[in-house]
């Protein structure tokens, strides 16, 4: 027969599976012989045998009547002793922490007749009473699902009346029999006065509360697995409530909030645990225990270094106080914030309790992020005038500006406010101090781009009416004029009117060099941590970068390199006149002509960036985009040609470009004339692009500097794509002077790229993942449509854990990744392999590409210290499990 | 050290890559001891090492000189001897045919002194002459590119001045001086007299053709490698030109236009086989031989039945008569039209040459397409006004129309004459007999649908300048109106004023059970390969069909139910009012209450459908298309609105629908909001439809039938979606009193849906791929927009064999069909898996969908015949295979 029932005494912290995390850390205390009161745990097993059959398997109630006996003689009383009742504590207690999901019942055991065994005991009939309104209250709800405010009422109303001291022991005492009377009604009989049946029903509850509604919910949202199911702790009562030689309190052994070390928390006098939660009463700083009560506080911040020994981490700790006696209530790894991870962590390793590559598995990419953008000074915020998608983090604090053109005349700060953006707003978005739309999510382009240069921004802002030509925008009855000050909050999405102080992030000032790491105890600890990352990890950390300022930034954040550099960036602003000749010229002359006078420009492009880089490898990327996106919409063409010939107008150059427009439109540009096949179908388009990088090399190479340029092919889906415009390369390189080797490599970005990467490994010197392009074809969505659409649903109803833009979905597109790099290693052994999409730069996707054995990821500069921390954690996590697995 | 050399007795048949396939058969045939002048074949394997180097390899020479003696040493005549010199022909002939590509140089060994020897022997000294200049004009083309021009033109000159006999031999002697000038001044010297020079040379010359422009351009367009290499076939000369009792012809085992059996041929008496090939005088029917040379005519018809009975298939030969004596030049299995391959194989099988299953393997599924289509009577037929892209096979006489309603209202067959069709053309595309369109290629919207429905259709006629509005089109000065007949040629895109007399297709109507398979051999043919093929394949043969007539239609043709009932064609014509309403409902109330109006008009159509296919499944497939797609084009409705605007008018309705279309815009439509994520967000829409298919087979179950309804579930890409799509169903599914099992699986069409196959299948009783959209999302292009960009580019640059919406990319595309398959299977045994993507009809990809084990194919019902075939084919194949590696 299953074990279902393990006293304290029996289990150990390695059983959370059993014995859910809460249960599993009773059983540590009380291994180390800290003072818990006594009491066992129902397992999980116990729980899914109940929730697949509906009734406690064969024998529970059993094992549990035999472990309460046990306990029983251990504490010398008994359930139901009418003299000297013995009370009970059930709470339930998953794998997972749930929190808000919990469910608890206190005083099992009281009853009409117990009720004044306990007043007897105690001497405080006052509190016996007080103790058995709160079970009928707490089982009603648990058991019988009786609103809890059917509760509350009467004991507010009660309160209300009562004086000073509270109700005296006769109120109460009527209150109970209100209370009974609520039962009565909801649940159709009476309450129960069998001490062991009110313990059965409990129990029972608990296990049912898994399936509830919200605890549904909280699961899906948290991607716990529905088939867990719960333990029961079952736990001897002890009061803090018996007076002023009593309390309850939480405690943490390091500021959760800094990883300050010393002993932080909190405590309130003659109460228990609930009433803290409930916030009836205002707590006290855990320090004031020491004035109140020095034995229990000496005792307890012994029993606090021993836990944080013992666990070498942070815990936190819930306790009571019993007429001067200290109890253990719970403990646990605490939570901490993202500085309190890092101090702590930092701090941890240089007292010796854990490794250095231990401290780097408690801090992870997402914290440094955090950490690295300014925040508003939360404390003193106002109220905002609207709260939008927090897309990138940070704080701006600027005036508004409605174009590019504003934004880069400014000499000031500023916020560029528009309804949507695109490329045309770059300049603007350089410029400016932060971001901020009224339409588009995560993935807008305004969030994508803002996060790749590290602006802040607020995205999808719904409640703003944002009129563009009139310079203002309106959220209610505020309107907002052009050049009024606003502060936007990148990670909340709040919007302010005015300036809002923003504290400087102390992380970003070390990592960009401005700081020393001794500067600060957060900053040292990074310096400690991002260190050791640079030291274990095996994967190389490129950016993404378009200019020399974002190759010389990456630079100093810590990039071996540019691992994607966008041509297409190059084509905007003033040159998409010369782009346009190209797109209209009549022959391959003008086309010729075009190309001519892009070459330089393009030379001039490349050669900055091989400046800023110089000894390192810069990757760029060969033109991608369909050529008619540097042309205006169709729609917007039509409608203004259209608009023309009503007013009896000519339409002139629209007219010309609707023509191109309309030749070249296409229903799915994505999936439409670009990347490597633009190469092949522009005679001369590519060839222009690797002669000024070849002739931008030449020149770096003459002047003594050591230029690494790579060529990447976009968008091949067959070897022989990539054959024909490498054949093109190696002509075009042969005819250019001192340009040195020059490697050529591919985007593998096509599902059929990957499924055919060993073909095509025969001519790429290099692969490198476009895994956002993989991510909308594996999964045939692109992120500019679908994720208004659906993906709330989706996320929702559990189809996705996370958007597969933010994290690699490891199971499909990661498969086609591991594939590429298996059969594009096989059959050519030193071929390098990247990633250069948005993945790059995610902690979680990271994780991924260094167990797939990718030699480099490439994110936006500000997240370069972010891959490297992630890099690390997963060297270390990677030799944990190779060592595991000996 | 290799041998380079084959005499014609040392090889046979089976050497065609060493020997060339010329080379092959004239071994075989001398190996039959059939009359083959002596000669042997230099080998690719010389070719090749020549290719590569440059020069010929070492002791190639020495090995044909060696050769050369052997046949001299037959013959008792030498090469250069000025009495009775031996005269050589030199010829080309690689592994594969390639017409045209091939270069020939007769009567190597003539020179100034052994002219004199020729005109001796033959008694002819006009013949010596004429030999003499046909060898200078050949060489000097053939070894130094000398235009063929510059010697035609002196000897027409010289034609025009002789008298009725033709020049006579002094004139030819003088033309032969002048061609010797014309040589020496493009080659540099004089014509070479050394005849081992000659023949040396000749050989060179041979290797060398194989590198030329026009062989390269043919190889890549024939998907012919590039490293075969040619053979080179030295024979001794015989002549046909010396006289009356001489001649050369060409001769057919069987006819190769009908299969008829009998000899069939030309003759031209005294005269070599350039002379036919140049057209300059007729050839006589072989018939005439008889007459003629009846010893001749025997012996050729009994080569000719010993080449039949020893290839066991269609053979054509060359042959010459010389004075007398017949000399075979060449023999091969000929090439014969679609409807010879079925007589003759039918009655190969039935002399018991070949057996069944050899029969099935000499017909393709294309050429019994071919049959299918209704042909215009090539002879009558004038010249045409325009030409465009023969899209849709077949033969359509009809008068010119421009829109559906049109279409619709005409008694008398019509052409529907559209710049492009979208779906509001289909009633028309229905009604009408042919498709004319000026826009698009052969994937285009016109096409495609076109194809599916069997209509005649012909695209992308650039030449016509169609003005819908007028009525009209026009080509050059040209004006056609609504209400003219024009006839269209759906094969070679021929578009003709005026109606062009037509043949009708025996084999549709024998195959929709119009004829008996006695009426016709034809028929008969088709009966007993079609009738075969059915008994071997394991390939069922399902149709994609939308409507009750369509799947009677395929019934008829032989489908074993429907793998594809689109849903979205029953939401067009009047009930897209309906769908506007859905779409702009405002809430779930108004949703509902459209839903409710679609649901009856749905069960209806599904009803027709079961009825139909009763007893046989029927696999419907969940609204696939962006709902967006139901109202008009953002561009158009932007043009409405701003135009009205213009005009100071309220822009109304347009206005509302733009608002809409404005909201639900996609920029990729492709990767939007369709297919299952439709279903999981818009509430109620898929319940309706599996509501109403519910019913509709329920009404049959109750009514006697036998209904096999099955859902599909489109677009899925993770199990989750599935199965949430499923659980729906299977609740909706036990609300319908009646209704049978239906079963419930999904499109595979997404990259990931094949990468997590074996996931998926936990859910999906069956598996169907999606082919379009797996080849779409695989490459990352789209068939609407990238077929005109650049496949043309791409199928001249080698890149695509051919379009791999045509014929299924086995290599990228047809790894995830594999890949699913096993996985599915290896997850559920019992899965049944089909393809329902246009490449269900293509007999090439349907020959990979049998090796990959799939169930069945579904195609469109005018395919089905053609499908069944490839699949017998398919299985044959398969068993040889198994068989040859046992």
């Excluded at 203004?640 to 010309?656: I, L, N």
């Excluded at 230029?707 to 968008?715: N, Y």
């Excluded at 010197?765 to 993906?791: C, I, K, P, Y």
């Amino acid at each position: 027969m299953s074990k279902y029932v393990y006293d304290f005494i029996e289990g150990d912290r390695s059983q959370a599976d059993l014995l859910g995390g809460k249960g599993a850390n009773l059983a540590e205390m009380t291994r180390l012989g800290l003072p818990v009161p006594p009491g066992f745990t129902v397992t999980t097993d116990a729980c899914r045998a109940y929730l697949a059959t509906g009734a406690p398997p064969d024998g529970l109630y059993e094992e549990i009547n035999a472990h309460l006996k046990e306990v029983e003689a251990r504490l010398d009383r008994w359930l139901g002793d009418p003299r000297d009742p013995l009370l009970l504590a059930v709470r339930s207690g998953g794998r997972y922490s749930m929190p808000g999901m919990m469910e608890t019942i206190l005083d099992i055991g009281l009853n009409d007749t117990t009720v004044a065994g306990l007043a007897a005991r105690t001497g405080d009939e006052r509190f016996a009473w007080d103790s058995y309104r709160r079970l009928i209250q707490m089982f009603g709800r648990t058991v019988h699902g009786i609103p809890a405010d059917e509760f509350e009422h009467e004991l507010a109303a009660l309160r209300a009346t009562a004086g000073p001291d509270g109700p005296g022991a006769g109120q109460l005492r009527d209150l109970v029999d209100t209370y009974k009377k609520i039962f009565a009604r909801h649940a159709g009989h009476d309450f129960p006065q069998a001490p062991h049946e009110q313990l059965f029903l409990a129990v029972r509850a608990v296990f049912e509360s898994w399936h509830s509604e919200r605890a549904r919910i909280y699961r899906r949202q948290e991607r716990i697995p529905d088939d867990l199911g719960t333990a029961v702790n079952v736990m001897a009562m002890v009061f803090g409530n018996l007076g002023p030689d009593s309390g309850t309190g939480v405690a943490f052994t390091r500021d959760p909030a800094t990883g300050a070390p010393g002993v932080y928390g909190d405590y309130l006098t003659d109460a228990q645990g609930e009433d803290v939660v409930a916030g009836i009463r205002n707590t006290v700083p855990l320090t004031e225990l020491a004035r109140l009560d020095p034995a229990s506080f000496h005792r307890l911040r012994e029993i606090m270094a021993t836990l944080e020994r013992h666990y070498r981490d942070l815990c936190d700790v819930e306790f009571t106080i019993e007429r001067g006696r200290l109890w253990m209530l719970q403990t646990r790894v605490g939570k901490r914030t993202a500085a309190a991870a890092f101090v702590i962590a930092a701090q941890l390793a240089e007292e010796g309790l854990i490794t250095a590559d231990e401290a780097l598995t408690r801090v992870t990419g997402a914290q440094l992020a955090q950490l690295m953008f300014p925040a508003f000074d939360a404390a003193g915020a106002p109220e905002p005038l609207a709260v939008g998608v927090g897309a990138s983090p940070g704080a701006a604090v600027g005036r508004v500006v409605f174009d590019s053109a504003a934004a880069a005349a400014s000499t000031g700060p500023v916020i560029l406010v528009r309804p949507e953006t695109n490329p045309d707003d770059l300049p603007g978005m350089i410029a400016a101090a932060g971001v901020l739309t009224s339409r588009g999510g995560k993935t807008s382009h305004a969030a994508v781009v803002a996060r790749g240069m590290g602006r802040t921004c607020v995205c999808g802002a719904e409640a703003l009416t944002i009129d563009v030509e009139r310079g203002e925008f309106t959220v209610g009855e505020h309107v907002v004029r052009a050049g009024e000050v606003i502060s936007i909050d990148g990670t909340s999405g709040r919007i302010w009117l005015g300036e809002v102080p923003v504290q400087p992030s102390l992380v970003a000032r070390y990592l960009t060099g401005e700081l020393r790491p001794e500067a600060d105890p957060l900053v040292a600890a990074v310096h400690r941590l991002l260190g050791h990352a640079d030291a274990v990890r095996t994967l190389g950390v490129r950016a993404n970068a378009d200019t020399p300022d974002d190759a010389r930034r990456a630079r100093e954040l810590g990039a071996a390199g540019v691992g994607l550099c966008r041509t297409e960036h190059m084509f905007l602003g003033e040159r998409r006149e010369l782009v346009e000749r190209l797109i209209l010229a009549d022959g391959p002359a003008e086309v010729g002509a075009a190309l001519d006078e892009l070459l330089p420009l393009q030379r001039a492009d490349f050669l900055g960036l091989l400046t800023a880089m110089d000894g390192l490898p810069v990757t760029v990327r060969l033109l991608d985009p369909p050529l008619h996106e540097f042309l205006p919409p169709l729609a917007e063409l039509t409608a203004r040609v259209a608009g023309a010939q009503a007013r009896g107008e000519e339409p002139g150059h629209d007219g010309v470009l609707l023509t191109a427009v309309r030749r070249m439109h296409e229903t799915n540009p994505m999936l439409g004339l670009r990347g490597v096949r633009l190469g092949l179908v522009v005679p001369g388009l590519f060839a222009m692009q690797v002669r000024a990088l070849a002739e931008a090399a030449a020149q770096r190479v003459r002047a003594g500097g050591d230029p690494r340029p790579e060529i990447m092919v976009p968008l091949v889906g067959d070897v022989r794509e990539l054959a024909a415009v490498a054949d093109e390369a190696r002509r075009v390189l042969a005819e250019v002077p001192d340009a040195p080797e020059i490697p050529v490599g591919t985007m593998i970005e096509t599902p059929r790229a990957a499924l055919t990467a060993g073909d095509i490994a025969a001519e790429a010197h290099f692969f490198s993942f476009g895994t956002n392009d993989l991510t909308q074809m594996t999964w045939a969505f692109s992120r500019d449509d679908v994720e208004g659409a659906f993906f709330s649903t989706y996320l929702e109803r559990g189809i996705f854990p996370v958007s597969p833009f933010e994290s690699i979905d490891a199971t499909g597109v990661g498969r086609l990744v591991r594939l590429a790099v298996a059969e594009g290693r096989a059959a050519r052994p030193d071929l390098t392999v990247g990633v250069c999409g948005e993945h790059g730069g995610d902690p979680e996707s990271i994780g991924f590409f260094a167990a797939a054995g990718l030699d480099y990821v490439s994110c936006s500069p500000y997240r370069v210290p972010v891959a490297r921390l992630a890099a690390g954690r997963a060297a270390v996590e990677a030799r944990t499990e190779k060592s595991d697995s000996r």
